[in-house]
């Protein structure tokens, strides 16, 4: 099996940001899990505001453009914050669940 060294390199690099995306969701301060999806949000506005060069289309084929480009480059934010509510709810469950455990104690 002949895999490309640039599929495997992007394959580990995924990897990373999703671990990583776990890892920053779970910790205690509720911000952290929320900074890769801002990154990536920061970066589709960069996208969107390099198109502002191109504007030989008409009006309504911009703001398409626009709405593709943002649609497209967001899906991975909305897979970063599909992960980060996973954790943060997980996080609640067992907060309330230690909170229960402490009070039969009791």
């Given at each position: 099996?002949?895999?490309?060294?640039?599929?495997?390199?992007?394959?580990?690099?995924?990897?990373?940001?999703?671990?990583?995306?776990?890892?920053?969701?779970?910790?205690?301060?509720?911000?952290?899990?929320?900074?890769l999806p801002?990154?990536?949000v920061f970066?589709?506005?960069?996208?969107?505001?390099?198109?502002?060069?191109?504007?030989?289309?008409?009006?309504?084929?911009?703001?398409?453009?626009?709405?593709?480009v943002l649609?497209?480059?967001?899906?991975?934010?909305?897979?970063?914050?599909?992960?980060?509510?996973?954790?943060?709810?997980?996080?609640?469950?067992?907060?309330?669940?230690?909170?229960?455990?402490?009070?039969?104690?009791?």
């Open positions: 099996m002949n895999v490309p060294v640039n599929l495997l390199v992007l394959l580990l690099v995924l990897i990373g940001i999703i671990v990583l995306q776990v890892y920053l969701s779970k910790a205690e301060n509720k911000r952290l899990g929320l900074i801002a990154i990536n970066f589709s506005i960069i996208v969107v505001l390099g198109m502002a060069f191109y504007g030989n289309e008409s009006f309504g084929q911009i703001v398409m453009m626009i709405l593709y649609f497209i480059y967001n899906i991975p934010t909305f897979i970063l914050l599909g992960i980060y509510f996973a954790c943060r709810e997980k996080r609640k469950k067992n907060k309330e669940i230690e909170k229960m455990n402490i009070q039969d104690l009791d």
